[in-house]
């Protein structure tokens, strides 16, 4: 996902340049790892760590169980039903199972970060949050972040930064409603200078997966800034950066290679994008990106089922004219590409 100069910064120890990826979950790791290893490769201390919470977790499940049943089974046996007081007993049961699962929730949560300093913990559980989704690691992030030291937090912001934007913007709908007061007060920052950051990471993140991965969600970038600020400032950078000169004379060919899904963003919201260029008196702008959609060939849409199956005969033999699929297995692998790549059309 995103791939940013994150990379070189070890997630367990900000001071150090990443030399190698932990080889179970890929997070950057450094030397001065302790020595943890699977099949002679070396992994970091979470993916170290997880049997064994993951061993913990099924005793959880098991004693809460062996618990419950017993004491259900022992309520109906012993307790006399008049007076309702079988039901008091249940009641009773209720805050005891509930002590029963935080506590044994906590020491999961101990076993599974042992061995890791508060702020050690931080950039991983990021990483975790952005690739699962999981609200759980956001939380245990925030409280992490809430107990590190001034000198820490300073130490640490700009590798924080540059893991956390593009984990928010990827799973944005996965936040509390005021994650954004939270998140400020405790990176002890105020809205336009989080703003700025935001901006400058995404721009960065954007311009990156443009300019590599033929990827940029142009949309999301002006809905998320949206969220975050009203400073148009940056949305204005932004549009300046991706109707550079280096764009405007692109080759067709690496114009369609780099900058394919940056145009099916620009073409999906054209409206949009020139009222946001108009607002913000970017003309000459404005002029180079409708220039730019010029170029682009949007694709085509099938009407029906048999016009599907048409277009992708079609796309095949124009394949075949051109030399790029031969054999059977080729045809194959090339169907399964233009598959992939509708997909991606239609999620977007
Ligand atoms: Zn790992
Ligand atoms: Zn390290």
Known sequence: MSKTANEEICAFHYHNKSTLKCALCGLPICDSEEDFTIDGKKICALCSN???????RKYIQLGTLLITLPSVILIFWL???ENSYQLWAFLALVPIMIGLLIGGNRLLTRIAYKGLEKHQMILPLIRYFEASGNDQFYKIFVKNLKKLSDEELEEMRKPLYEYLIP?????YSKLHENWKEDLLKYLKLDEIAFA???AEVFKTLLINIAVHDAKADLSKFIFYLGEITENDEIIRDYIKAISSNDIKNLKDDLLKRDYDMLLEE???YEE??????????LQKEKEALAALLKRYEPPTVPKSAVDAIKLKRDQVLEMQRKGLVSSKGDFEL???ETAESEKTTEES
């Open 334 to 336: 090339a169907d399964e």
């Open 266 to 268: 620009l073409f999906l």
């Open 79 to 81: 307790v006399p039903s």
């Open 196 to 198: 700025k950051i935001f």
């Open 167 to 171: 984990a928010i913007i990827f799973n």
């Open 272 to 281: 949009i994008f020139y009222s946001v260029c108009d607002r913000l008196n």
């Open 50 to 56: 997880s049997p064994k919470a993951s061993k913990f």
